[in-house]
């Protein structure tokens, strides 16, 4: 980095959080706040005619989703670090804002002192997160969790067959079984897969390649 100031641009769309940013980062010498901005429009416009070195970036605004917001920054400035500054706390928002390029993520509760860290870490090739962030990151997602449900060879048949969009009864004459022992089985696959209807059984069994 230069000796010139670190130029950071503050995009979300409520005054009062551009506010207490500008207030919360007036003390760090080593920044400059270069332009706050409450749509994704306006800053990429600003983006393309000036250099920014950090944007704190919010996920949820008037005219762009954050995510996709993220991904196209990147594009126009590979060398533009993006901090997502969000309330929404779901791991899956987390990893995509990641996958999409950001340098990190925080929560609107972060502390000065996490915010200040979070900057500097960013600014160093660091990827970084708030502390709360960190707890939802260490947990793993449910499925994950849970890891892939052990079916027997004839479960396997009759889930590709439910699949298929089979009735109980087409599927007992085709197994030569009984209407009972194939509701039996669609009752366990349920159960395995902690699935509340046909539908989400087939989605899970489709995530996990199953099907």
């Known amino acids: ?8 641009a ?8 551009i506010q207490g940013l500008q207030t919360l980062l007036q003390d ?18 600003f983006l393309k005619a000036n250099t920014v070195h950090i944007v704190l970036l919010d996920i949820t605004l008037p005219d762009v989703n954050g ?4 991904r196209d920054i990147k594009r126009v400035s590979p060398d533009t670090y993006v901090l ?8 899956s928002m ?3 804002m990641l996958h999409n390029g950001a ?22 090739d660091q990827v970084t997160f708030s ?32 699949a298929d969009g089979k009735t109980t009864v087409v599927i007992a004459e085709q197994l030569s079984l009984s209407p009972l022992t194939i509701e039996t089985h669609r009752r366990n696959l349920m159960q395995k897969f902690e699935a509340k209807n046909v539908a989400e059984l087939i989605r899970m069994a489709m995530q996990q390649k199953m099907l």
């Open 28 to 45: 760090k010498a080593d920044i400059a706040i270069t332009g706050s901005f409450t749509t994704g429009a306006d800053f990429m416009t």
């Open 1 to 8: 980095m230069s000796q010139d100031k670190i130029q950071l």
């Open 10 to 17: 503050i995009v979300d769309d409520h005054p009062l959080i």
């Open 84 to 91: 997502a500054l969000s309330n929404h706390n779901e791991r």
């Open 67 to 70: 995510m996709d917001l993220c």
């Open 131 to 162: 502390r709360e962030v960190k707890e939802i990151i260490a947990r793993p997602a449910l499925n994950e969790l849970k890891g892939i449900p052990q079916l027997t060879k004839r479960e396997k048949e009759i889930l590709k067959q439910i």
């Open 94 to 96: 987390i990893m995509q």
């Open 103 to 124: 340098s990190g993520y925080l929560l609107k509760n972060a502390s000065g002192r996490e915010l200040s860290d979070c900057i500097d870490e960013a600014l160093s």
